[in-house]
């Protein structure tokens, strides 16, 4: 029983985990202080959370925990959040910080799901099962981030054109102010990719679990994949180049229309996947 406990606090330490980073990668964007300091703090409980589990565990094994590839794991983690909240608190390195995050994050759950930690489990089962629900939980909410994102990217089109004509009436009143419609676009892509990206590091834990000889040419991963990057593409558009308008609506659209390709025809031609 108290094995069952642990383990749901260790789900609980990974979810917050993925909250800090989804608000880092939001601070990392929009420079966020809000946003920086909630991450930092959530950050700072899955660190003593994290911390906790070590000490624990190096009193039950009576050793330092480096001896094994998991231990060894952990142990690397718990480092990697160490010097994350050290630079953050000293230091604004943003860029680092995130992808710092991001690897800590996908290697906790490699040593949290490994096969040899699972094997351990007596609910073994229960175990990847709640782990595919997170999976396709976060998955549907970046999905749902992204088709928010179209319909803003849409109306803005919509509104663009109405303006360009000179159609003056209700209509135009109730798109709403063309700014607003881009801004709403471009910050629910900001919180969908990297929901799609958690989401994505989670999927490809579960396949390594559940399917045998795993194909990593599957469609639905390289569609996954191609998800990410035209959804990369277009903050860098906006963020980097400075990439305002029709020309990041339209990319928007496109790459919304990417997204049901892959969720309605990937998936229905995936070896493995049904989602």
Known sequence: MVDVYLNRVHEITILLYALSVLLYFYDFLQNNQKANKAAFWILSIVWFMQTIFLFLYMYEAGRFPILSLLE??????????????????FLRTDFFIFFTNVLGFGLMVIQTFSPLQLDRLENRTQFISELSVIHITVAILSYTAF???????????????????????????????????????????????????????LGLEFAYLVVSDIVWYDSKIIGSFACLI?????????????????????????????????????GSTSAFHVF
């Open 72 to 89: 060894g794991l952990y142990f690397y983690v718990w480092i990697l959040i160490t010097v994350s909240l050290a630079l953050n608190w």
């Open 147 to 201: 088709a928010l994102s179209f319909v803003f990217s849409l109306l803005y089109l919509i509104q663009y054109d109405l303006l360009k004509q000179k159609k003056w009436g209700k209509r135009l009143v109730r798109l709403g102010d063309l700014a607003k419609l881009e801004q709403m676009a471009y910050r629910l892509v900001v919180i969908g990719l990297p929901l799609l990206l958690l989401s994505l590091i």
């Open 230 to 266: 035209v959804y990369g593409i277009y903050l860098y558009m906006r963020v980097k180049k400075k990439y305002y308008g029709k020309t990041l609506a339209y990319w928007n659209i496109a790459s919304f229309l990417l997204v049901l390709i892959n969720f309605f025809l990937f």
